[in-house]
C-alpha cells in the first residue's frame, strides 16, 4: 500500500470490529459437547381425565385420549452423564444408533425439571461422528 492509503485507514475501525467480535463471541449462548449414546427413554403420556365426570377422554373411534409423550436421551462423555429431552423425531433417528459418539450443539436455557426451572444445556444438533 501506499503511503497515503495507509493515511486513509482508520485505526479506531479496526478495533470497533475486534471489539464487535469480541463481545458477539463473549456472549453467545452455544454448546457443544462430545459423547457416547447409552440410553434411549420414551415416556407415554398419561390419559386425559375429564376433571368435572372423572373419566378418562376418548375420541371419535373410542381410543383414549392421551397428553403427549416425551422423549429423553442420555449421553456419556468424559466425566459424567448427562440425560436430556429430545424431539420425537430426534428419537427415532438415534434409536438405532446407541452406544454410538455423537458431537452434540445447542444451548443453555431455563428448562422445567420437577415443576422446578433450572439452567441446563438443550441440544438441538446430533452429528453421528462415525
Not at 458477539?24 to 459437547?33: E, F, G, I, M, Y
Amino acid at each position: 500500500m501506499k503511503k497515503e492509503e495507509l493515511q486513509q485507514i482508520d485505526p479506531t475501525e479496526n478495533k470497533k470490529s475486534e471489539i464487535a467480535l469480541y463481545m458477539q463471541k463473549a456472549r453467545s449462548n452455544k454448546v457443544t459437547l462430545g459423547a457416547d449414546l447409552v440410553e434411549l427413554t420414551e415416556n407415554i403420556g398419561k390419559e386425559i381425565v375429564d376433571k368435572e365426570t372423572k373419566k378418562v377422554k376418548t375420541d371419535e373411534e373410542g381410543e383414549p385420549l392421551r397428553y403427549k409423550s416425551k422423549y429423553y436421551a442420555k449421553f456419556d462423555f468424559t466425566g459424567g452423564q448427562i440425560e436430556t429431552e429430545i424431539k420425537e423425531a430426534d428419537f427415532k433417528s438415534l434409536s438405532n444408533n446407541i452406544g454410538m459418539p455423537y458431537y452434540l450443539e445447542g444451548r443453555m436455557s431455563v428448562v422445567k425439571i420437577f415443576g422446578e426451572q433450572v439452567i441446563a444445556p438443550v441440544f438441538s444438533k446430533f452429528e453421528l461422528l462415525v
